[in-house]
C-alpha cells in the first residue's frame, strides 16, 4: 500500500477498541517489539486501557488513520518530575502490516516529536529491540542516536535480546560519543 491517505490525531476514548487490538495484534506480530505478551495485554481492563491512551500533561497517544482504519500508534510520555521535565519517551510505535513502507512509522514519530517540542521537551528516547534493524534505520534517519545497550532487554521463549537505547536531542546539542 502506497502513500495512503493519512490523519494522524491524538486517540480519544472512541479509539480505545482500536488502540486494544492494535496492541493485541503487536504482541503477536512482533513479540520483540513491546513488551507485554498477549496474555499481559489481553488481561487489560477497558478502564486501563483508557488510562493508557488519556492525553494529559504528561503523555499522549497518536494514532495515524486510514480514513476510519487505525494504520498505526505511537505514544510519548514526558517526565513528570521536575528535575526530569525536559526529557520524554516515545513507546508503543505499531504499524499494521498493510501499512508498513508507507511512511506511516516516520508520521507517527515525527508527530510525536512535535509534540515534545510544543512540551518544551529537549531530549527524546526510545527502546528497539536490537533484532529490528528497519525500526533502528527509521529512528537514526530521525536524528536519535544509540547511546547504550540494555544487555537481555527481553526474554521470550527462553531467548534473550539485547535492546538499543537512542535518543534525540531536540535543541541539537553535541551528540553523545
Not at 512509522?105 to 518544551?120: F, K, S, T
Not at 529490528?132 to 532487554?153: D, I, M, T
Amino acid at each position: 500500500m502506497n502513500e495512503p491517505s493519512l490523519a494522524i490525531r491524538p486517540l480519544t476514548g472512541q479509539d480505545a477498541q482500536a488502540f486494544h487490538a492494535m496492541r493485541l495484534q503487536a504482541t503477536q506480530n512482533y513479540p520483540a517489539g513491546i513488551v507485554p505478551t498477549y496474555e499481559e495485554e489481553a488481561a487489560l481492563t477497558p478502564e486501563q486501557n483508557l488510562a493508557r491512551m488519556r492525553a494529559s500533561e504528561t503523555q499522549i497517544v497518536f494514532g495515524a488513520f486510514d480514513g476510519d482504519t487505525l494504520a498505526g500508534i505511537t505514544g510519548l510520555m514526558r517526565k513528570a518530575r521536575q528535575k526530569e521535565s525536559h526529557k520524554a519517551f516515545i513507546w508503543g510505535v505499531f504499524v499494521h502490516p498493510d501499512y508498513r513502507r508507507s511512511g506511516i512509522g516516520r508520521q507517527l514519530i515525527a508527530r510525536a516529536m512535535d509534540e515534545a517540542r510544543e512540551r518544551g521537551v529537549l531530549q527524546v528516547h526510545l527502546v528497539v529491540s536490537g533484532q529490528n534493524p528497519r525500526a533502528q534505520a527509521l529512528y537514526r534517519s530521525l536524528g536519535f542516536v544509540r547511546y547504550g545497550v540494555e544487555p537481555r532487554g527481553l526474554c521470550i521463549g527462553g531467548e534473550y535480546f539485547d535492546d538499543d537505547l537512542m535518543v534525540c536531542f531536540l535543541d541539537n546539542p553535541a551528540q553523545p560519543d
